[in-house]
C-alpha cells in the first residue's frame, strides 16, 4: 500500500526569490509608451479548463503518472512524435499574438531528447509530455498566476517553454536549476514536472515571483488548480493526513487533490493503469476532455478522450526518435481502441496547419478569444495560425527534414488523415486478412472435395 502522508513539519514551501526583475508593468494590449510595445506577460486563461489534475503514482511494483484535462468545450489535439537534434529557436506570447518581437535576445536550441507530447496547436506547442530520458511536464490552470519580467534574458511563450523543457532535460532537478534562464508569458498556468526517478515538483509563479514545491515541500505527488501549499493546508484537515475530518469519494465536493492524494495513499497492493484511470476518473467533474496514463515501468502511453472514449495506447520505444526518419502524428480524439502505434501518420506543412487551425479556433471560441487581442493590432487567427505554423516548420514555410512526409500521400483534409491507419498498418492489415481469406478458401475447397469423393465412392 503506498503511503504518502504529509507531516506538519514539511508543509513548507520552497520560495525561491523572485527572478530579476521581479516587478512587472502590465499595460493594456497597445498601450506604446517611449516608443515600446508594451504586452502583459499573463493572458487571461482562454480557452483552458477550470478543473484539470495531474498526479503520479509510484511503489516497488507501480509508476503511473496520470493528467485530466478539462474544459467546458471538446478539446482538439495531436500527439506529436518529436526527434532529437533538432533546431528550434523560441519564441514569446507577443511575437505569435500581435506579431511584435520583444526586447529580450532570443532563445536557439538543438533538441538533446526526443519526446511524446499532447499538442494543444501543433507540433512544438504542447499542453504537456514527456520525453526519451523520462522527464514529464503538464500544465494546469493557476488564477492569478503572473509571470515574472526580465528584459535581459528570452521570453518565451509557456506551450513552447514545456516543450523547450522536454528537448533539454532529463530531471526535474536540472529543470529547476535553469528556471532563471527564460521568462515565460501566456496563459495563467502552474505545472507539475517529474522524473524516472520519481522526483516531482510543482512550478508556480505568483504576483510575479517563483514559487517551487519539491522534495519535502512536495509530499503528495498531486497537482491541480489551486496553489500546491494552499492545498496541502486544506489536506492536512482530513483523516489520514493529520485532521479528523473523514475523506468520501463520492462527494464531489471534496476538493480533487484530497480524492486523489486519498486514493494514492490507500492504492490496493496490485497496481495497473486501470487504477490510473480509476483515479482520474474520480476527479471529473463533468469537464474532462482528455485523460492520459503513462505507465513507466512498461514505457507505455494510454490515452482516451470525450470524443474517443476507449482506451487507446501505445510503447514509447518503438518510435525512432533520431532527426533520420519523419516526425509521426496522430489525432488525439481519433475513434480508434487498443494499440494504435500503426495509425501514427508522418508530419508535413499541411497537416500540422490544420492541427494549429483546429486548436486556435477552438481556443478562440471560449471564453473572450484570442480575436479581440489580434483585431487591435490588426491581425486576425489566420495570421497567428501562420506564425504558429512557421514555428513548427523551422522559421520557413517549408520543412526539415525531420519533417518531410515521406509518404508523398498528403491528404487535403489533414484532420482525415490524421486519424487513418498508416501505409505500413495498411500493408499489415491487408496481408493478415489475405492470409486468412486464403485459408478459409482452401478449408472450404478441401471439405467440398472430401464430401464429393465421398458421394463418388457410394
Same mark, same amino acid.
Given at each position: %500500500?503506498?503511503?504518502?502522508?504529509?507531516?506538519?513539519?514539511?508543509?513548507?514551501?520552497?520560495?525561491?526569490?523572485?527572478?530579476?526583475?521581479?516587478?512587472?508593468?502590465?499595460?493594456?494590449?497597445?498601450?506604446?509608451?517611449?516608443?515600446?510595445?508594451?504586452?502583459?506577460?499573463?493572458?487571461?486563461?482562454?480557452?483552458?479548463?477550470? +478543473?484539470? +489534475? *495531474?498526479?503520479?503514482?509510484?511503489?516497488?511494483?507501480?509508476?503511473?503518472?496520470?493528467?485530466?484535462?478539462?474544459? /467546458?468545450?471538446?478539446?482538439?489535439?495531436?500527439?506529436?512524435?518529436?526527434?532529437?537534434? &533538432?533546431?528550434?529557436?523560441? &519564441?514569446?506570447?507577443?511575437?505569435?499574438? @500581435?506579431?511584435?518581437?520583444?526586447?529580450?535576445?532570443?532563445?536557439?536550441?538543438?533538441?538533446?531528447?526526443?519526446?511524446?507530447?499532447?499538442?494543444?496547436?501543433?507540433?512544438?506547442?504542447?499542453?504537456? /509530455?514527456?520525453?526519451?530520458?523520462?522527464?514529464?511536464?503538464?500544465?494546469?490552470?493557476?488564477?492569478?498566476?503572473?509571470?515574472?519580467?526580465?528584459?535581459?534574458?528570452?521570453? %518565451?511563450?509557456?506551450?513552447?517553454?514545456?516543450?523547450?523543457?522536454?528537448?533539454?532535460?532529463?530531471?526535474?532537478?536540472?529543470?529547476?536549476?535553469?528556471?532563471? *534562464?527564460?521568462?515565460?508569458?501566456?496563459?495563467?498556468?502552474?505545472?507539475?514536472?517529474?522524473?524516472?526517478?520519481?522526483?516531482?515538483?510543482?512550478? =508556480?509563479?505568483?504576483?510575479?515571483?517563483?514559487?517551487? +514545491?519539491?522534495?519535502?515541500?512536495?509530499?503528495?505527488? @498531486?497537482?491541480?488548480?489551486?496553489?500546491?501549499?494552499?492545498?496541502?493546508?486544506?489536506?492536512?484537515?482530513?483523516?489520514?493526513?493529520? /485532521? =479528523?475530518?473523514?475523506?468520501?469519494?463520492?462527494?464531489?465536493?471534496?476538493?480533487?487533490?484530497?480524492?486523489?492524494?486519498?486514493?494514492?495513499?490507500?492504492?490496493?497492493?496490485?497496481?495497473?493503469?486501470?487504477?490510473?484511470?480509476?483515479?482520474?476518473?474520480?476527479?471529473?467533474? /463533468?469537464?474532462?476532455?482528455?485523460?492520459?496514463?503513462?505507465?513507466?515501468?512498461?514505457?507505455? &502511453?494510454?490515452?482516451?478522450?470525450?470524443?474517443?472514449?476507449?482506451?487507446?495506447?501505445?510503447?514509447?520505444?518503438?518510435?525512432?526518435?533520431?532527426?533520420?526518419?519523419?516526425?509521426?502524428?496522430?489525432?488525439?480524439?481519433?475513434?480508434?481502441?487498443?494499440?494504435?502505434?500503426?495509425?501514427?501518420?508522418?508530419?508535413?506543412?499541411?497537416?500540422?496547419?490544420?492541427?494549429?487551425?483546429?486548436?486556435?479556433?477552438?481556443?478562440?471560441?471560449?471564453?473572450q478569444g484570442l480575436s479581440k487581442?489580434?483585431?487591435?493590432?490588426?491581425?486576425?487567427?489566420?495570421?497567428?495560425?501562420?506564425?504558429?505554423?512557421?514555428?513548427?516548420?523551422?522559421?520557413?514555410?517549408?520543412?526539415?527534414?525531420?519533417? *518531410?512526409?515521406?509518404?508523398?500521400?498528403?491528404?487535403?483534409?489533414?484532420?482525415?488523415?490524421?486519424?487513418?491507419?498508416?501505409?505500413?498498418?495498411?500493408?499489415?492489415?491487408?496481408?493478415?486478412?489475405?492470409?486468412?481469406?486464403?485459408?478459409?478458401i482452401s478449408i472450404s475447397l478441401?471439405?467440398?472435395?472430401?464430401?464429393?469423393?465421398?458421394?463418388?465412392?457410394?
Open positions: %500500500m503506498a503511503s504518502c502522508r504529509p507531516s506538519s513539519e514539511n508543509l513548507t514551501a520552497v520560495n525561491h526569490a523572485p527572478l530579476p526583475g521581479g516587478e512587472i508593468h502590465i499595460a493594456p494590449l497597445g498601450e506604446v509608451t517611449s516608443g515600446t510595445v508594451l504586452f502583459s506577460s499573463t493572458l487571461p486563461s482562454v480557452g483552458i479548463g477550470s +478543473s484539470c +489534475s *495531474t498526479f503520479m503514482f509510484r511503489t516497488d511494483d507501480a509508476f503511473l503518472i496520470g493528467h485530466n484535462l478539462d474544459s /467546458g468545450r471538446e478539446v482538439p489535439g495531436t500527439i506529436v512524435i518529436n526527434k532529437r537534434n &533538432v533546431k528550434k529557436t523560441g &519564441v514569446s506570447a507577443l511575437e505569435l499574438i @500581435v506579431g511584435i518581437k520583444p526586447i529580450n535576445p532570443s532563445v536557439e536550441w538543438t533538441s538533446r531528447y526526443g519526446s511524446i507530447t499532447f499538442n494543444a496547436w501543433g507540433k512544438e506547442f504542447i499542453d504537456g /509530455g514527456i520525453n526519451e530520458a523520462g522527464l514529464y511536464i503538464h500544465e494546469m490552470t493557476l488564477l492569478g498566476t503572473r509571470f515574472p519580467e526580465d528584459d535581459e534574458v528570452p521570453r %518565451m511563450f509557456m506551450m513552447q517553454w514545456m516543450q523547450y523543457q522536454l528537448d533539454n532535460y532529463a530531471t526535474v532537478e536540472e529543470v529547476l536549476l535553469n528556471l532563471s *534562464t527564460i521568462v515565460l508569458d501566456g496563459w495563467t498556468w502552474h505545472f507539475f514536472v517529474s522524473d524516472k526517478d520519481g522526483n516531482t515538483a510543482g512550478i =508556480e509563479f505568483i504576483d510575479g515571483d517563483l514559487n517551487v +514545491s519539491t522534495g519535502n515541500s512536495m509530499p503528495m505527488p @498531486v497537482l491541480c488548480n489551486d496553489a500546491y501549499q494552499e492545498e496541502l493546508v486544506n489536506l492536512i484537515n482530513y483523516t489520514g493526513f493529520g /485532521g =479528523e475530518e473523514s475523506v468520501s469519494l463520492r462527494d464531489k465536493g471534496t476538493a480533487r487533490f484530497v480524492h486523489a492524494a486519498y486514493m494514492i495513499q490507500n492504492a490496493p497492493q496490485s497496481i495497473d493503469p486501470d487504477y490510473g484511470f480509476k483515479i482520474l476518473k474520480n476527479l471529473e467533474r /463533468g469537464l474532462t476532455q482528455w485523460s492520459i496514463v503513462i505507465d513507466m515501468k512498461q514505457g507505455r &502511453v494510454y490515452f482516451r478522450t470525450s470524443t474517443g472514449r476507449k482506451i487507446k495506447y501505445f510503447d514509447m520505444s518503438r518510435f525512432d526518435l533520431s532527426p533520420d526518419t519523419p516526425v509521426k502524428m496522430l489525432n488525439i480524439n481519433a475513434n480508434l481502441k487498443g494499440d494504435v502505434f500503426y495509425y501514427f501518420v508522418d508530419y508535413s506543412p499541411k497537416r500540422n496547419w490544420r492541427a494549429a487551425k483546429e486548436g486556435i479556433e477552438s481556443t478562440d471560441s471560449y471564453e487581442s489580434l483585431e487591435q493590432y490588426g491581425y486576425d487567427l489566420d495570421d497567428l495560425i501562420d506564425r504558429v505554423c512557421t514555428v513548427a516548420n523551422g522559421e520557413s514555410c517549408g520543412s526539415s527534414l525531420a519533417d *518531410t512526409d515521406s509518404s508523398g500521400n498528403t491528404d487535403d483534409i489533414a484532420e482525415d488523415a490524421l486519424s487513418k491507419p498508416s501505409q505500413n498498418g495498411n500493408w499489415i492489415l491487408l496481408l493478415v486478412l489475405g492470409i486468412s481469406l486464403a485459408l478459409l478441401f471439405l467440398f472435395y472430401r464430401k464429393w469423393r465421398g458421394r463418388s465412392a457410394k
